[in-house]
Protein backbone atom coordinates (compact mmCIF):
# COMPACT_ATOMS: atom_id res chain seq x y z
CA UNK A 1 0.00 0.00 0.00
CA UNK A 2 2.83 2.34 0.96
CA UNK A 3 4.50 1.83 -2.35
CA UNK A 4 1.28 2.37 -4.29
CA UNK A 5 0.77 6.23 -2.51
CA UNK A 6 3.87 7.23 -2.43
CA UNK A 7 4.22 6.74 -6.44
CA UNK A 8 1.09 8.02 -7.18
CA UNK A 9 2.28 11.13 -5.38
CA UNK A 10 5.67 11.02 -6.89
CA UNK A 11 3.96 11.17 -10.06
CA UNK A 12 2.42 14.34 -9.61
CA UNK A 13 4.14 17.97 -9.97
CA UNK A 14 3.43 21.16 -7.84
CA UNK A 15 0.66 23.36 -10.12
CA UNK A 16 2.41 25.67 -12.24
CA UNK A 17 0.50 28.73 -10.05
CA UNK A 18 2.60 27.79 -7.06
CA UNK A 19 5.99 26.83 -8.90
CA UNK A 20 5.60 30.48 -10.43
CA UNK A 21 5.11 31.33 -6.34
CA UNK A 22 8.40 29.54 -5.70
CA UNK A 23 10.08 31.26 -8.46
CA UNK A 24 9.15 34.98 -7.56
CA UNK A 25 10.10 34.05 -3.81
CA UNK A 26 13.13 32.43 -4.58
CA UNK A 27 14.32 35.76 -6.87
CA UNK A 28 12.92 38.00 -4.52
CA UNK A 29 14.74 36.88 -1.09
CA UNK A 30 17.53 35.60 -3.11
CA UNK A 31 18.94 37.52 -6.36
CA UNK A 32 21.90 35.42 -6.75
CA UNK A 33 20.47 31.77 -5.59
CA UNK A 34 23.65 30.38 -7.50
CA UNK A 35 24.73 30.24 -4.34
CA UNK A 36 22.45 29.13 -1.97
CA UNK A 37 21.10 25.59 -1.15
CA UNK A 38 18.33 24.58 0.48
CA UNK A 39 16.67 21.84 3.23
CA UNK A 40 13.30 20.90 1.95
CA UNK A 41 11.76 19.70 4.70
CA UNK A 42 8.58 17.96 6.37
CA UNK A 43 7.06 18.61 9.51
CA UNK A 44 3.91 16.09 10.38
CA UNK A 45 0.55 17.28 12.69
CA UNK A 46 1.22 13.88 14.06
CA UNK A 47 5.08 14.12 15.25
CA UNK A 48 5.07 15.92 18.12
CA UNK A 49 1.80 14.81 20.02
CA UNK A 50 1.69 15.21 23.96
CA UNK A 51 1.78 11.21 24.29
CA UNK A 52 3.86 10.26 21.21
CA UNK A 53 6.48 11.29 19.13
CA UNK A 54 7.18 10.67 15.71
CA UNK A 55 10.19 12.83 15.00
CA UNK A 56 12.18 11.44 11.98
CA UNK A 57 9.19 9.88 10.39
CA UNK A 58 9.26 11.70 7.04
CA UNK A 59 11.65 12.84 4.15
CA UNK A 60 14.52 15.39 4.84
CA UNK A 61 16.50 16.78 1.80
CA UNK A 62 19.52 18.39 2.09
CA UNK A 63 21.56 20.45 -0.20
CA UNK A 64 19.11 20.95 -3.24
CA UNK A 65 19.81 23.67 -5.89
CA UNK A 66 17.90 26.56 -6.05
CA UNK A 67 15.96 26.29 -8.96
CA UNK A 68 12.05 25.80 -9.12
CA UNK A 69 12.16 22.45 -10.78
CA UNK A 70 14.45 20.35 -7.81
CA UNK A 71 12.61 22.09 -5.13
CA UNK A 72 9.67 21.61 -6.59
CA UNK A 73 10.47 17.98 -6.79
CA UNK A 74 11.79 17.66 -3.50
CA UNK A 75 8.63 19.59 -2.04
CA UNK A 76 6.14 16.62 -4.11
CA UNK A 77 8.88 13.92 -2.68
CA UNK A 78 8.15 15.36 1.42
CA UNK A 79 4.62 15.23 0.90
CA UNK A 80 4.73 11.45 0.16
CA UNK A 81 6.99 10.45 3.14
CA UNK A 82 3.54 10.89 4.94
CA UNK A 83 2.84 7.33 3.47
CA UNK A 84 6.08 5.16 4.28
CA UNK A 85 5.41 2.08 5.67
CA UNK A 86 6.80 3.59 9.01
CA UNK A 87 4.89 6.19 8.78
CA UNK A 88 1.58 4.23 8.46
CA UNK A 89 2.67 1.71 11.13
CA UNK A 90 3.43 4.97 13.53
CA UNK A 91 -0.14 6.20 13.22
CA UNK A 92 -1.84 2.62 13.32
CA UNK A 93 -0.19 1.56 16.60
CA UNK A 94 -1.41 5.19 17.70
CA UNK A 95 -4.44 4.56 16.76
CA UNK A 96 -3.79 7.79 14.54
CA UNK A 97 -6.27 8.72 11.60
CA UNK A 98 -4.63 8.44 8.26
CA UNK A 99 -6.55 10.99 6.53
CA UNK A 100 -6.64 13.49 9.39
CA UNK A 101 -2.84 13.41 9.51
CA UNK A 102 -1.35 16.97 8.13
CA UNK A 103 1.47 17.83 7.19
CA UNK A 104 3.71 21.14 6.09
CA UNK A 105 6.58 21.17 3.39
CA UNK A 106 9.76 24.01 4.06
CA UNK A 107 12.21 24.85 1.78
CA UNK A 108 15.12 26.83 4.08
CA UNK A 109 18.46 28.64 3.11
CA UNK A 110 21.27 26.46 4.76
CA UNK A 111 24.01 28.23 6.66
CA UNK A 112 26.95 27.04 4.20
CA UNK A 113 28.74 24.98 7.18
CA UNK A 114 30.62 22.00 7.19
CA UNK A 115 31.45 21.55 10.55
CA UNK A 116 28.18 21.55 12.14
CA UNK A 117 24.74 21.56 12.38
CA UNK A 118 21.50 20.79 14.61
CA UNK A 119 18.21 21.37 15.22
CA UNK A 120 16.01 24.29 17.69
CA UNK A 121 13.29 22.98 19.85
CA UNK A 122 10.79 26.17 20.38
CA UNK A 123 9.54 23.72 23.19
CA UNK A 124 11.55 21.36 24.97
CA UNK A 125 10.99 17.83 23.90
CA UNK A 126 12.15 16.34 26.35
CA UNK A 127 10.41 18.12 29.20
CA UNK A 128 6.98 19.45 27.10
CA UNK A 129 7.27 22.93 28.69
CA UNK A 130 6.94 25.68 26.30
CA UNK A 131 9.09 27.77 28.28
CA UNK A 132 12.27 26.61 27.55
CA UNK A 133 13.98 25.48 24.23
CA UNK A 134 16.68 23.32 23.27
CA UNK A 135 19.07 22.63 21.02
CA UNK A 136 20.48 19.78 19.90
CA UNK A 137 23.77 20.04 17.32
CA UNK A 138 26.68 17.75 16.15
CA UNK A 139 29.70 18.28 13.83
CA UNK A 140 28.36 17.40 9.81
CA UNK A 141 25.63 17.83 8.03
CA UNK A 142 21.96 16.82 10.24
CA UNK A 143 21.00 13.74 8.60
CA UNK A 144 23.31 12.38 11.14
CA UNK A 145 21.86 14.20 13.65
CA UNK A 146 18.22 13.06 12.92
CA UNK A 147 19.17 9.23 12.39
CA UNK A 148 20.55 9.30 15.63
CA UNK A 149 24.05 7.99 14.40
CA UNK A 150 26.27 10.53 16.36
CA UNK A 151 26.64 11.85 19.53
CA UNK A 152 24.99 15.54 19.72
CA UNK A 153 25.18 18.26 22.22
CA UNK A 154 22.19 19.78 23.59
CA UNK A 155 22.10 23.17 25.28
CA UNK A 156 18.64 23.78 27.27
CA UNK A 157 17.53 27.28 27.88
CA UNK A 158 15.00 27.89 30.45
CA UNK A 159 14.44 31.65 31.77
CA UNK A 160 17.46 32.97 30.21
CA UNK A 161 19.91 30.61 31.45
CA UNK A 162 21.58 28.24 29.42
CA UNK A 163 22.69 24.42 30.46
CA UNK A 164 24.60 22.06 28.31
CA UNK A 165 24.93 18.03 28.20
CA UNK A 166 26.23 15.86 26.24
CA UNK A 167 24.32 12.75 25.35
CA UNK A 168 25.03 9.44 23.32
CA UNK A 169 22.14 9.24 20.48
CA UNK A 170 22.39 5.53 20.22
CA UNK A 171 22.14 4.02 23.35
CA UNK A 172 20.47 7.38 24.70
CA UNK A 173 22.93 7.25 27.74
CA UNK A 174 23.63 11.08 28.88
CA UNK A 175 26.11 12.25 31.29
CA UNK A 176 28.36 16.01 30.72
CA UNK A 177 30.90 16.25 28.59
Do not use: W
Not at 49 to 75: E, T, W, Y
Not at 87 to 110: D, F, K, P, T, Y
Amino acid sequence: MSIAIRTGFCSQTLSQPLQLEIKNCLAKLFPDTQQVYFAVRSSATCEDMPDASFAGQHDMHLNINSNVKDISRHVVDCFSSLFTSRAISCRERNGLNHVEAGMAVVAQAMVHSVQSSGVLFTANPLTGRRNESALEAISGLEEALVSGLMKRMDVQQHKGKAKALMFKSKTNESGPS
